[in-house]
């Protein structure tokens, strides 16, 4: 098999991912609509910017969830590992300026305020920034591609808690600026695209280190979550793992067909917390590496698709554990990289605002999506996706049919 270079990934771009229902979503109108919406809310999960932010982040982030201190200490010490500073911020600051170029080179005005859950500026900051903007319609959309409470509803919830904090709702949602959320994107074009770029890449390097990229096992790896929140996403209209394998073979296939060769491919997880008798998706990657090992595997290439940036979970979990199990076990290892700021990926988010703006005047659009799973609602449905199956949780959530579930 001839070697190829990224530049080689950027000429086939366009063909790699074959959309369903077609790209209509790049026909756009030159400059779109994306009445009624006056802002964009960037939402995500916020890290620590130096050592004294570890400790309140982490509370932050554990509040009421009953991590035991020994797991802090743990997850302190990956942070502390890397000065203290986790690199979410500057990459979600960077995807900030890559949506506002897109936008701008696409003639939208739309402000861009980027708001965290569990760090500075947290939501309640960017709620502040969107009313001095005069906004009352923002578009919020989640740094996070899958549906699961961590991905979904965890950040309806908060930002209905923090509107309850500042008086701001109501019976039938915010009485203040209102919220829209742009629907779970995993299986959005742009992020398939961006994922196989990002493999490809991937693979690329692994020439360089001198792998065998014919025999090498691509490794696709997310975030572990408890089989209890695992079993409530479905109602998202597939579970959080068959969300993930639903692109994987998507991304598998563009990859096999650029390569001139099927590869064999697997999904693992990582950053598994919780109590051992607390049951959470598996197999670790870790664990998966040594089974893969012994199996007779000597090449990977590990690709993040649960992730869209190189944070904390990606640079400690995979690059520095993973890596290393991997180096232990005699095999050469290629960390693929994050969707990122990559052009596909960029495009498709602008895509999505214009879709989520039609679909809110109430005009028919196509919702692209690849693989064989629908587009995800854009109005989370009457328990999407609780953490734990069948319990209520008293939290009420925003952009859902059910405001106060
Ligand atoms: C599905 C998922 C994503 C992906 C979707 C998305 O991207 O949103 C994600 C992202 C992230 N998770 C992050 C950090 C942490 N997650 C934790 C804990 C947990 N995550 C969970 C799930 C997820 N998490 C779960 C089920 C827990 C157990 C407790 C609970 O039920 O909530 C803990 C507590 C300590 C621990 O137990 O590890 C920390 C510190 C960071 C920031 C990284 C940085 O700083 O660069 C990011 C982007
Ligand atoms: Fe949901």
Redesign the pocket.
Known sequence: MPPFSPQDVAATERAAVPATPAAAVDTAPETPDLRPYDALLLY?????NKPEDVVP??RN??AG?G?PDS??EE?GEH?YGFGGK???NEQNLALKAALEAELARRGIELPVVWGNRNWEPYTDDAITELEALGARNAVAL???A?S????CR?YREDLAVVLDRRGQLGPEGSTGVQFDKVRSYFNHPGFAQANVDAVLDGYAALVEKGGDTAAARLVFV?????DT?EAASRIAYAT?SEQHLDLARVVAAAVSERLGHEVSWDLAYC?R??PPSQPWLEPDVNDHLEAIAQDGVRDVVLSPI???SD???V?YDLDTEAVQTATELGMTAVRAGTVGTREPFVRGLVDLLVERAAIARGEAVAEATVGDLPAFRSVCAPGCCL?RDGEPSGVPALCSTDVHS
Do not use: C, D, N, W
Request: no cysteine.
């Open positions: 995500s999960f916020g890290g620590p982040f982490l982030v554990t969830k991590i797991r802090l997850v942070y986790s690199p979410i989640v740094t996070s899958y699961s409470y961590s991905g965890q997310t975030h572990s979550i408890p929140m959080y950053s917390s919780g649960g992730f869209v944070h904390m979970e640079a953490r």
